[in-house]
C-alpha cells in the first residue's frame, strides 16, 4: 500500500506562486504521479502527471507554461509549481499513482491518491 500526502496548499493572491509537494511513504512501482484538482461543484480533472523517472510529463491546456511537475526520488517526492495563478485554478489539488506504465489523464487509472489540499488564489 502507497500512501501519499500532499503540502502547500494556502491563500494566493492573483499573478502570484505556489509549490505542492506530493511525498509517498514508499515508491513500490514504476508508473505515473499526478496531479488533479476538484472545484466546489466541477468533476475532478486533470492537471500534470510525471512519469517515475522525470522522462515523460504532460499537463492539461489550462496550466500548459503556468505550472510545472518534477520529481526527486531519493525522497520519493513530487512537485508541482504553480506560477501565474489565477482565480480559476482554486481547488483542491490532489496528488495520486498509478502503475500504468503511459500516460492517463483518467482518475480512474490511478489506484492511490493523497487527501488533497486546499489551494484559494484571491483576484
Known amino acids: 500500500q502507497v500512501q501519499l500526502v500532499e503540502s502547500g496548499g494556502r491563500l494566493v493572491q492573483a499573478g502570484g506562486s505556489l509549490r505542492l509537494s506530493c511525498a509517498a511513504t514508499r515508491r513500490t512501482f514504476s508508473g505515473y504521479t499526478g496531479w488533479f484538482r476538484q472545484a466546489p461543484g466541477k468533476e475532478r480533472e486533470f492537471v500534470a502527471t510525471i512519469s517515475w523517472d522525470g522522462a515523460t510529463k504532460a499537463f492539461a491546456d489550462s496550466v500548459k507554461g503556468r505550472f510545472t511537475i518534477s520529481n526527486d526520488n531519493a525522497k520519493n517526492t513530487v512537485y508541482l509549481q504553480m506560477n501565474s495563478l489565477k482565480p480559476e485554478d482554486t481547488a483542491v489539488y490532489y496528488c495520486?499513482?498509478?502503475?500504468?506504465?503511459?500516460?492517463?489523464?483518467?482518475?480512474?487509472?490511478?489506484?492511490?491518491w493523497g487527501q488533497g489540499t486546499q489551494v484559494t488564489v484571491s483576484s
Open positions: 495520486a499513482a498509478t502503475p500504468v506504465l503511459s500516460i492517463t489523464r483518467t482518475p480512474s487509472r490511478y489506484a492511490y
